[in-house]
């Protein structure tokens, strides 16, 4: 709309400002308060969105993530899981992918086969080197801390009756993985 701004914090969040943004849910001023006509250059009445943006080449924001499934490294480089999980999304062989990374040097990939429609009928090591070229191939477009290092293939699926899964289906982050990592600790060399 003509007279909303839009900006991205350094985490990527999208900040909202502009005589239609509703300041007073943020600021705790009132709806019977006057706000005075905000400017595109101040900083008092920015709203923040809680989603996860990135600009496009063509100008256009585009949403990634909220900013409560985002991470960071050891190196306290911030991720965004969910857009690495997409690039397994519809791969063949590929059920469910969930990333792991959180305080680690690196992202490791839990990976739930597709048995319904399995792709490799041979043996283990063809199942492995199937995943890693799938990896390998989604590692291309991602910058260097955001890369899947390591994966493991899972037994199940993930759960709502365990937990593991919220009431719209994204993944319980903090609860899976704990649970996973603790399972799998030395398979995933963390």
Known sequence: LPGVYAKLKDNGE???????????????????????????????????TGDIFTVTKDGFYEIIDRVKDIYKNNKGQTIAPKTVEQKFTGVPGIKQAFLVGDARP????????????????????????YYHQIVMHANKDVPTYERVVNFTILKREFSSEKGELTPKGSYNRKKNRRKFCRNYRKTLCF
Do not use: C, R
Not at 111 to 120: C, S
């Open 14 to 48: 999208l900040m909202l400002s502009g005589h239609y943004i509703a300041h007073y849910l943020e600021n705790d001023k009132g709806p019977e308060k006057i706000i005075p006509f905000p400017s595109k250059n101040d900083d008092e009445y920015w709203l923040s």
């Open 106 to 129: 690196y992202n490791v990939l839990l990976i739930v086969p597709d048995n319904e429609t399995k792709i490799i009928h041979q043996n283990d090591d063809a199942e492995q080197e």
